[in-house]
Every structure is written in structure tokens, then in C-alpha cells.
């Protein structure tokens, strides 16, 4: 439901979401969403502090530039899907039929991913609104601009790091989403950036070395920075909102077959920060391979992609890392291996973009990988990953001889995170809400 319409032809109400992790980044969304609700009377900032959420209590706040309301909110059962589900969605539907709402802007709470949020908006039907019918929140606004706050001199090492958002004491005790994950998939997300925080004396290489990751991980956006927080102006971040370019993604969820490389990245190293590009026309030994990745978990900020793995034929692997853990999940069936009905139901683009690879054997199965590094050698990442490739005679093997190649080791057979352990994809706090590039399988 997420329309392709220039804003200006689409009559819905416009959302802008604003996110930001704890700290500097959260005071951050704060102000950006004061300084946006002072400066129009037609705007209204919708924030819900989750701090009590174990308790099952929500304090929700609702504000325009002339007034405020406050209300607590008790839920049975105290999770954040839930919260999204029985609150903000039907909030978005009734503030968007008000004739004084002219903008929307959601100041998230720090468990708030973005993402999840946006997807929610198109996909989670709101019903028993009196005089609406039951749809999602799509049929009434649209995601306007993600913007994403960070603190400029922690992300980069809150992105690469192993700490669990429960370790930071930013989540319940079951959530096992890392630091890293929502650092970076915040930023990954964002239409716009806006980096607080003065550069220290001595430390511009190391403000040097983010821009050249925001560059890479986030090519379209505009960034925006800012010394100082509390100075933030109307006119700056409304000038950050207008430099978003025509075809940013506005809170479009990408599945795992859309382009890893989207916008145009540099491909050049700039202060150690190089984006790695790894394709092969074979498949991954999966036991190599879970041996291989464990270059990705140091100086690395985050890879994605799908891969072959021999022992899986017909399954698209997706892979995705952020700092010091590592998921690798199911991201459906290769074209190669549907049926006639299912690839009348296949995404036209996709198809598409197929062709034009399709090998008379193997059809489009392929691994496709993208890595942005940020200290870390690419030339070791690169060879560690060639070595888990399948050499010829095993290649001759997954041609001739599939079913003795799935009788090869293979750790990937279940859902699957690393560092190894014992994980329940289930505590994930708003995985029914949430876009999962990868499915367990």
C-alpha cells in the first residue's frame, strides 16, 4: 500500500519517523520532533516511552505547537508488538481523519525499529475504528521520511560491537537482538541521517571514518550535523527533509531479492572503508563456509546477501551480519526450482534480472554478497570466502550426484546465529511485525 505517487498527488496523511538508540541519539529525536511540532500548527508528534513496558504500563504522548495530552495505557500483555498492534496503528487512522492534522511525526521509542514500524503501518489490518473500514494504516497515510539520529561518537563502535540490547539494559531479558543489529539497521533504514555531537580534539579521522561508512551504508541519504542537539532548528531539519532525493525508499520494506547495492556507493577505499563486493557462479561447502564467516565478525560493520549452499539446492540462503553476530535464515525457493504456478507468482523484476544470468545448469542459483569493511583486510575476507566455495570435483558432485551432497555436513540445517548458540528466533519482540529478510527455517 506504500504508493509510488509523488507526494504531492498522494492525499494521505504524511508520516515522518524519527529514530535514534539510547543516549545522545534519543535526546536527538526529541528535539527534532520539537523543533518540527513548534514550527507547524498542522503538526503532531505521537511518542510512546516504553521504559515501563515490563510492567505493562505505556505512557503515551500526543502534541501539537498549542497543546499536549498524556495517557497511560495498561496493556495485558506488555510487549512491543503489542503496543504497535492495539495503539499506534489505530492512533495513526484517527489522527489522519482530523481536518487540523496536516503532518504526523512518530518519535520513536528506542525499542521501536523503524522498520518493523513502517511495515505495520502497510501490511497490519486496524479494525473496529467506528466509521472506517478495517485496513491497514496505509490506507490513510503514508510514510513521508525515515530519519535516523545517531551519536557520532559511539555508533561506530556500538555497530561493530557484540552487546545484547538486554546486556545495555535497553530490552527485556529474552530479547536477543544485539546492539549492533539495531544500530546499524537504524541507520540502514533512514532516508536521512543526522549525526550529533562535536567532534572531540584528535578525532577527526575518527569522524572522517563515519562519514565514510554513512557514504557506503546509506548512499541517498542526506546527513546532517550537528554539534549541538539542543540547538537543533526547525529550518535545519526541515532543509534535511528536502534534500531526501525523489526516489528514497520512504519506508519501503525491500525483500531479500531487491539490489544489495542500492543508490550509488563509492567502491573506493576512503579511511580504511571499503564496500566488498563477493560473487560466485558455484555454491558454498557449508561446513567451510560456517568456518569461513568468522572473518566477518572483526572490522566489519555489516554484510548482506544470498548465497548457495551445495547441500540446499532449491533454498536462497540470506545472510545477514551486523558487528559481532551473524544470521543466516531462508529467503524462499531459487527460480530454478519452482513450479510452473510459483513462477507465475514470482516478482516480474526479479525474473528478469535472472535472465540475464540464467546458466543452462543451475539456472539462477548463484551467491551475491556485499561487505562493508571499516578495518578489517578485504584481500583476507575475500580469499577466506573463495576457499569455502565448492572445488571442481565437488562441483561435479552437486551436478551429478545431489543426493550424496546432501548427506555432507551442513551446520546451516536449522535457523542458524552466530556466535554459536542456544537462540529462539521467537524472542524477537516484534517478529510478527517485523520484515525478516531471512526466515528460520
Given at each position: 500500500m506504500l504508493s509510488v505517487l509523488p507526494p504531492e498527488a498522494d492525499r494521505r496523511t504524511p508520516v515522518v519517523?524519527?529514530?535514534?538508540?539510547?543516549?545522545?541519539?534519543?535526546?536527538?529525536?526529541?528535539?527534532?520532533?520539537?523543533?518540527?511540532?513548534?514550527?507547524?500548527?498542522g503538526t503532531v508528534v505521537v511518542h510512546h516511552d516504553l521504559d515501563q513496558l515490563r510492567e505493562g504500563i505505556v505512557h503515551r504522548t500526543v502534541r501539537g505547537a498549542t497543546y499536549e495530552t498524556s495517557d497511560v495505557l495498561e496493556l495485558a500483555h506488555g510487549c512491543v508488538s503489542c503496543t504497535l498492534r492495539m495503539d499506534l496503528l489505530p492512533l495513526l487512522r484517527t489522527?489522519?481523519?482530523?481536518?487540523?492534522?496536516?503532518?504526523?511525526?512518530?518519535?520513536?521509542?528506542?525499542?521501536?525499529?523503524?522498520?518493523?514500524?513502517?511495515?505495520?503501518?502497510?501490511?497490519?489490518?486496524?479494525?473496529?475504528?467506528?466509521?472506517?473500514v478495517d485496513a491497514p494504516a496505509?490506507?490513510?497515510?503514508?510514510?513521508?521520511?525515515?530519519?535516523?539520529?545517531?551519536?557520532?561518537?559511539?555508533?561506530?563502535?556500538?555497530?561493530?560491537?557484540?552487546?545484547?540490547m538486554a546486556e545495555r539494559g535497553l530490552a527485556r531479558a529474552d530479547d536477543e537482538r544485539t546492539v549492533a543489529q539495531v544500530a546499524v539497521g537504524q541507520v540502514e533504514f533512514a532516508d536521512g541521517v543526522i549525526a550529533l555531537g562535536p567532534v572531540a580534539p584528535g578525532a577527526e579521522a575518527d569522524r572522517g571514518r563515519l562519514g565514510a561508512v554513512l557514504?557506503?551504508?546509506?548512499?541517498?541519504?542526506?546527513?546532517?550535523?550537528?554539534?549541538?542537539?539542543?540547538?537543533?532548528?526547525?529550518?535545519r531539519v526541515e532543509a534535511l527533509l528536502a534534500r531526501i532525493?525523489?526516489?528514497?525508499?520512504?519506508?519501503?520494506?525491500?525483500?531479500?531479492?531487491?539490489?544489495?547495492?542500492?543508490?550509488?556507493?563509492?567502491l573506493t577505499s576512503d579511511y580504511g572503508v571499503t564496500l566488498l563486493e563477493f560473487a560466485a557462479s558455484r555454491p558454498f561447502h557449508p561446513a567451510r563456509l560456517h568456518?569461513?564467516?568468522?572473518v566477518l565478525f572483526d572490522g566489519v560493520v555489516t554484510a548482506r546477501g544470498r548465497m548457495w549452499l551445495a547441500t540446499q539446492p532449491d533454498e536462497v540462503a540470506w545472510l545477514e551480519s551486523a558487528g559481532g553476530g551473524l544470521r543466516v535464515g531462508s529467503a524462499g525457493r531459487w527460480l530454478a526450482a519452482m513450479s510452473e504456478a510459483e513462477l507465475a507468482q514470482a516478482d516480474p523484476d526479479r525474473r528478469a534480472m535472472a535472465a540475464l544470468?540464467?546458466?543452462?545448469?543451475?539456472?539462477?542459483?548463484?551467491?551475491?554478497?556485499?561487505?562493508?569493511?571499516?578495518?578489517?583486510?578485504?584481500?583476507e575476507i575475500r580469499t577466506a570466502l573463495h576457499w569455502a566455495l565448492v572445488e571442481d570435483d565437488e562441483l561435479r558432485l552437486v551436478e551429478r550426484s545431489p543426493e550424496r551432497v546432501a548427506q555432507w555436513e551442513d551446520p546451516f540445517g536449522s535457523w542458524h546465529a552466530d556466535p554459536c548458540a542456544d537462540t529462539d528466533s521467537a524472542a524477537l519482540p516484534i517478529e510478527d511485525v517485523k520484515s525478516p529478510r531471512g526466515e528460520a527455517k
Amino acid at each position: 500500500m506504500l504508493s509510488v505517487l509523488p507526494p504531492e498527488a498522494d492525499r494521505r496523511t504524511p508520516v515522518v519517523v524519527l529514530a535514534g538508540f539510547a543516549g545522545l541519539a534519543a535526546v536527538g529525536v526529541g528535539q527534532v520532533a520539537d523543533a518540527l511540532c513548534q514550527d507547524a500548527t498542522g503538526t503532531v508528534v505521537v511518542h510512546h516511552d516504553l521504559d515501563q513496558l515490563r510492567e505493562g504500563i505505556v505512557h503515551r504522548t500526543v502534541r501539537g505547537a498549542t497543546y499536549e495530552t498524556s495517557d497511560v495505557l495498561e496493556l495485558a500483555h506488555g510487549c512491543v508488538s503489542c503496543t504497535l498492534r492495539m495503539d499506534l496503528l489505530p492512533l495513526l487512522r484517527t489522527l489522519a481523519a482530523r481536518d487540523s492534522v496536516d503532518r504526523i511525526v512518530l518519535a520513536l521509542d528506542p525499542a521501536f525499529e523503524a522498520e518493523a514500524v513502517c511495515q505495520a503501518i502497510d501490511t497490519v489490518v486496524v479494525a473496529g475504528i467506528l466509521g472506517r473500514v478495517d485496513a491497514p494504516a496505509g490506507r490513510d497515510v503514508r510514510v513521508d521520511a525515515v530519519l535516523s539520529c545517531l551519536d557520532a561518537d559511539r555508533w561506530l563502535a556500538d555497530a561493530t560491537g557484540e552487546e545484547t540490547m538486554a546486556e545495555r539494559g535497553l530490552a527485556r531479558a529474552d530479547d536477543e537482538r544485539t546492539v549492533a543489529q539495531v544500530a546499524v539497521g537504524q541507520v540502514e533504514f533512514a532516508d536521512g541521517v543526522i549525526a550529533l555531537g562535536p567532534v572531540a580534539p584528535g578525532a577527526e579521522a575518527d569522524r572522517g571514518r563515519l562519514g565514510a561508512v554513512l557514504a557506503r551504508l546509506v548512499p541517498d541519504a542526506p546527513v546532517l550535523w550537528a554539534d549541538d542537539p539542543y540547538a537543533l532548528t526547525a529550518f535545519r531539519v526541515e532543509a534535511l527533509l528536502a534534500r531526501i532525493p525523489a526516489h528514497a525508499r520512504r519506508g519501503r520494506v525491500f525483500d531479500a531479492h531487491a539490489p544489495l547495492l542500492r543508490g550509488q556507493p563509492p567502491l573506493t577505499s576512503d579511511y580504511g572503508v571499503t564496500l566488498l563486493e563477493f560473487a560466485a557462479s558455484r555454491p558454498f561447502h557449508p561446513a567451510r563456509l560456517h568456518e569461513a564467516l568468522d572473518v566477518l565478525f572483526d572490522g566489519v560493520v555489516t554484510a548482506r546477501g544470498r548465497m548457495w549452499l551445495a547441500t540446499q539446492p532449491d533454498e536462497v540462503a540470506w545472510l545477514e551480519s551486523a558487528g559481532g553476530g551473524l544470521r543466516v535464515g531462508s529467503a524462499g525457493r531459487w527460480l530454478a526450482a519452482m513450479s510452473e504456478a510459483e513462477l507465475a507468482q514470482a516478482d516480474p523484476d526479479r525474473r528478469a534480472m535472472a535472465a540475464l544470468r540464467w546458466d543452462d545448469q543451475f539456472g539462477d542459483r548463484d551467491i551475491s554478497l556485499v561487505i562493508l569493511v571499516h578495518d578489517a583486510d578485504p584481500t583476507e575476507i575475500r580469499t577466506a570466502l573463495h576457499w569455502a566455495l565448492v572445488e571442481d570435483d565437488e562441483l561435479r558432485l552437486v551436478e551429478r550426484s545431489p543426493e550424496r551432497v546432501a548427506q555432507w555436513e551442513d551446520p546451516f540445517g536449522s535457523w542458524h546465529a552466530d556466535p554459536c548458540a542456544d537462540t529462539d528466533s521467537a524472542a524477537l519482540p516484534i517478529e510478527d511485525v517485523k520484515s525478516p529478510r531471512g526466515e528460520a527455517k
